[in-house]
């Protein structure tokens, strides 16, 4: 292997294993050993098992942060941009669980680089102008916008750690309940909510789908 391929390599195995097994349950010998390598060359790339995790949990901030920052910079309504933050952060955690696991668990080496609240706080960011110009439009107080997007992407995240081990609901269904409870509130909650391609979705097939209609005998 080259050396770039080796790093990718370890990085790989590491993070399967830091997933698996959480920072403190996983050694060097155990990386060098399902690599076929041995310890000196883990520290030769990252200066041993904090350098390799950090890395890891670098990667996985980018790749969520850069879908979420992707997906809300897209122009929407406002209940639209609840339903594409939920829905993002929903399928990172269905395609890409392992990096969600380690993203989500407490290690003084992501404390230290920068873990998942860090990651919220940039996520809150991005919600925050688009909130504060709405309350702005509705006679409300923008200065408050900052609090309410802590909130939504909080409720959120949260959310998305209790699916990540309870996958008896539909990734749909899950932001569908998020965005019910964000927009409508307790006391307004519909019974049966729906995202709004959902809808869409729904509107165009019983509009396209033709009635039929009964017909007489030929004849008079």
């Not at 883990?42 to 995790?53: D, P, R, T, W």
């Not at 809150?124 to 409300?140: C, D």
Request: net charge negative; charged share 20%.
């Amino acid at each position: 292997m080259t050396g770039q391929q080796r790093r990718d390599q370890l990085l790989d195995i590491g993070r399967k294993l830091f997933a698996e097994k959480g920072f403190e349950g996983t050694s060097v010998e155990e990386i060098a050993a399902t690599a076929g390598v041995s310890k000196p060359v883990v520290y030769e790339h990252f200066g041993g098992k904090e350098g390799l995790y950090a890395v890891v949990v670098d990667h996985e901030l980018q790749k969520l942060l850069q879908a979420m920052t992707s997906a809300l910079t897209t122009p929407a309504r406002p209940r639209e941009v609840l339903e594409v933050a939920a829905l993002t952060l929903l399928d990172y955690i269905e395609t890409e669980t392992d990096g969600f696991r380690i993203l989500v668990r407490d290690s003084p080496v992501a404390q230290a680089t920068g873990g998942f609240a860090s990651l919220i706080s940039d996520v809150a960011s991005h919600v925050e102008h688009i909130l504060a110009a709405q309350f702005a439009s509705r006679g409300f107080d923008a200065r408050v916008a900052p609090l309410y997007a802590q909130m939504l992407v909080g409720s959120v995240a949260l959310t998305g750690q209790f699916w990540l081990d309870h996958r008896n609901v539909e990734k749909a269904e899950v932001a569908a309940h998020l965005v019910n409870l964000a927009w409508n509130g307790l006391t307004g909650l519909e019974q049966r909510p729906v995202l709004s391609s959902q809808a869409a979705a729904i509107q165009t097939e019983s509009v396209s789908v033709p009635v039929p209609t009964e017909s007489g005998p030929a004849g008079g």
